[in-house]
């Protein structure tokens, strides 16, 4: 399901990112970090805790660890604390990360 | 007026206290035990919750069957404290590796478990396997690790959990737990008893006190006549992101906690009372973790932490009675998360002298008094 997300990114400054969301194109204005990308697209959960509780960014500030995703191929990273990059792929985190950097789904 | 059974007093309310603690209470007797302040070095707070037996008293016959005897205990404890608690320890004794880099220390281990085996007798249970058979084993562990040795017996519990259900145990027995009651001197009376003075001014008056205060037992022990002089050993910990998947093993050093994340540790250090951590041990630790099992290269160290054991001058327990001050009780130890289990039963007849069993005498501080006149 592909909700509206009520929060805005700032005002297009016309330059933007192509990245992947489980597998689907995405765009974002460049300059912003996964987390705030993330949330512009549809605001709906990015993590499940281990108990399968859904989760997004919320801190925005590197203190909550709810922003968690796989940013190319790493899971558990800070999408707060971490930027945009061109054809970054991103994954959301569901459960536990594994060994090997594998991750189900 | 009516007659009440005499109170005992615990000084301690870590794992040994809280276990000692349970113990009397389950023997019928009315306790209180005294808990210091939030920031007094804390064994309990720290520790690696491991239940482990491999080596322990190789060079101490009465040590290696001590354990023995609490390894052989542990089921039915954890059992017993989810009963008394709801709290369940995550007991996982299903048997722990020791993993060797350098062949030397594998082979001085080896030797080490063989005369542990002759205290233990038919008990003893261990193999060696060299590096090759237990990668093909368990596959994933590192080609610098030279062999293991693994016990059935070992394994490990939840420490933090432990603790809670130690304490909810306690007070669901009818305990009194008063945290914040740091003792600053014991004053053992003219006819009987002691009065235990607090350090925000108050005196608990006891029939009868037990001394698990840990490293507090440094300060408060001479006041009873005990001889015994603990020392802090400082042990650094790291802890990893939570895992989805399980590791194959259990060891000294690396144990998974039930909840996923991946607790590193087992260095020995001399630092006084700083329980800082730094980050050249916690790179240490880390590459040890790595070179006993690479897939963990990539995970998140996200805790680093270090505590202090407490040590006395031969590494292992003390159990004794005053005999300057009858009705007071030393009993200090490393391991104690390990022996709980007869610190909350036997240890309880030892106390209250109702049974014969255990002998406790080699624990006794008398080993102690040669070195100390020293
Ligand atoms: S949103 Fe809180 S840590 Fe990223």
Not at chain 1, 68 to 89: F, K, R, S
Not at chain 2, 73 to 89: C, K, M, R, T
Not at chain 2, 192 to 199: D, H, S, Y
């Amino acid at each position: 399901m592909n909700v509206a997300s009520r929060f805005r990114t700032l005002p297009e400054t016309g330059e933007s990112v192509q990245f992947t969301l489980d597998g689907v194109p995405a765009t974002a204005p460049a300059g912003v970090t996964v987390a705030a990308a993330l949330v512009a697209h549809t605001g709906a959960w990015t993590r499940q805790t281990a108990q399968g509780a859904p989760r997004t960014a919320y801190c925005m500030m590197g203190v909550c660890f709810d922003c968690l995703v796989e940013v190319d191929g790493t899971p558990n990273t800070q999408a707060c604390m971490t930027l945009l990059g061109d054809g970054m792929t991103v994954r959301r985190q569901t459960g536990l990360r594994n060994l090997n950097g594998g991750h189900d789904g | 007026m009516q007659q009440r059974t005499p109170e005992i007093t615990i000084i301690g309310g870590g794992l040994v206290g809280l276990s000692v603690a349970l113990g009397l209470l389950l023997a019928g007797q009315r306790v209180r035990v005294l808990d210091g302040a939030d920031n007094d070095a804390r064994a309990s707070q720290g520790n690696f919750g491991l239940i482990w037996g491999q080596g322990k008293g190789w060079d101490f016959a009465p040590y290696a069957n001590w354990t023995m005897d609490a390894l052989a205990a542990w089921p039915a404890f954890a059992q017993q404290l989810q009963e008394l608690s709801g709290i369940d320890v995550a007991l996982d004794q299903s048997g722990g590796y020791e993993f060797f880099t350098d062949p030397s220390e594998f082979d001085a281990f080896e030797a080490e478990l063989t005369q542990q085996a002759t205290h233990l007798g038919h008990r003893a249970r261990y193999e060696m396997l060299n590096g090759d058979d237990l990668r093909c084993q368990m596959p994933g562990i590192g080609p610098d690790v030279v062999g293991a040795s693994f016990s059935p017996c070992d394994g490990h519990v939840n420490p933090l959990r432990f603790l809670r259900a130690l304490r909810c145990s306690v007070q669901a027995m009818g305990g009194r737990v008063t945290m914040g009651a740091t003792v600053a001197t014991i004053r053992p009376q003219p006819g009987g008893g002691f009065a235990l003075a607090l350090a925000d001014g108050d005196v608990v008056n006891t029939e009868q006190v037990v001394l698990c205060a840990g490293l507090g037992s440094a300060s408060l022990a001479g006041d009873l006549g005990f001889i015994t002089q603990v020392k802090p050993q400082l042990g650094e910990l790291l802890i990893t992101e939570k895992l989805g998947d399980r590791l194959p093993f259990l060891s000294s050093t690396i144990r998974q906690v039930d909840e996923g994340g991946v607790q590193i540790g087992g260095t020995k250090a001399d630092a006084g009372l700083d329980d800082r951590e730094s980050l050249r041990v916690m790179a240490k630790l880390a590459q040890h973790a790595v070179t006993v099992f690479p897939a963990l290269a990539d995970v998140r160290v996200v805790r680093a932490w270090g505590a202090l054991r407490v040590m006395s001058p031969d590494g292992y327990p003390v159990y004794a009675k005053s005999t300057a001050h009858p009705g007071a009780f030393l009993v200090t130890c490393h391991s104690g998360v390990t022996l709980a289990p007869l610190h909350a039963s036997v240890l309880a007849d030892w106390i209250l002298n109702t049974s014969p069993i255990p002998d406790l005498e080699a624990f006794d501080e008398c080993r102690f008094a040669l070195s100390h006149a020293a």
